[in-house]
């Protein structure tokens, strides 16, 4: 089974500032991976996915990750956050061919002036 | 992408009571998951929904608490019973409308017992 895990419960960076959001995952598998954000009070919404191909994976919102498949990893960034930022971003991960999702527990990215 | 169309977006229920939450989606897909988010906490899959067929729970999940519906391709419910203060949760629905890799997510309901 996959697991994942986000190292950090909160990141705090001020305006315009550059951000990584880091995420880890265990697998026996290939895998697909993905982050979603959450805003306050709202649904998830899909930042950006890696399913095969380039590791560069470029989201929307100015958002990039990239899948480093030796480390296990699918860290986030932006090179310089706004205000609207400020939201839970989760880091999940299905395992090729079978459609279930595994969510770390989310970072909260709070962004201030 | 499908879009969800996710309802009630958020409740308040006695406990003892029971729930039903809907998620219409635009357009067929094959299958539609249910999901949990405790407060201050990440998603948890309650279970699968094809439809046709029995829903798949999680462990730690079961059909009786959480009796899914899928009466077609575009629809299906998923009912909190007998609730206690502990049920108090967004619940999310999510179709992987375009194969692996096109997951969406209705907007959530949050669920307050009192």
């Known amino acids: 089974a996959q697991s994942v895990t986000q190292l950090d419960s909160q990141v705090p960076v001020f305006e315009e500032a550059p951000v990584e959001l880091r995420c880890n995952y265990s697998s026996s598998v290939s895998v697909y991976l993905f982050w979603y954000v959450q805003y306050p009070n709202q649904g998830l919404q899909l930042l950006l996915k890696y399913l095969s191909g380039s590791t560069l994976v470029k989201g929307i919102n100015g958002f990039e990750a990239e899948f480093n498949k030796s480390q296990t990893s699918f860290h986030l960034r932006k090179p310089s956050v706004h205000i609207s930022d400020t939201a839970e971003y989760f880091c999940?991960?299905?395992?090729?061919?079978?459609?279930?999702?595994?969510f770390g527990k989310g970072t909260m990215l709070l962004v201030s002036p | 992408s499908a879009v969800i169309s996710q309802k009630p977006s958020r409740d308040i229920c006695q406990r003892g009571t029971s729930l039903t939450i809907q998620c219409q989606v635009d357009s067929q897909v094959t299958m539609m998951f249910w999901y949990r988010q405790q407060p201050g906490q990440s998603l948890t899959l309650i279970a699968t929904a094809n439809q046709g067929s029995e829903a798949t729970y999680e462990s730690g999940f079961v059909i009786d608490k959480f009796p899914i519906s899928r009466p077609n391709l575009t629809f299906s419910t998923l009912t909190v019973s007998n609730m206690s203060p502990e049920d108090s949760s967004i619940y999310l629905c999510s179709v992987d409308g375009q194969g692996i890799g096109g997951y969406t997510f209705g907007s959530g309901t949050r669920l307050t017992v009192v």
């Open positions: 999940a991960v299905s395992e090729q061919g079978y459609s279930t999702l595994t």
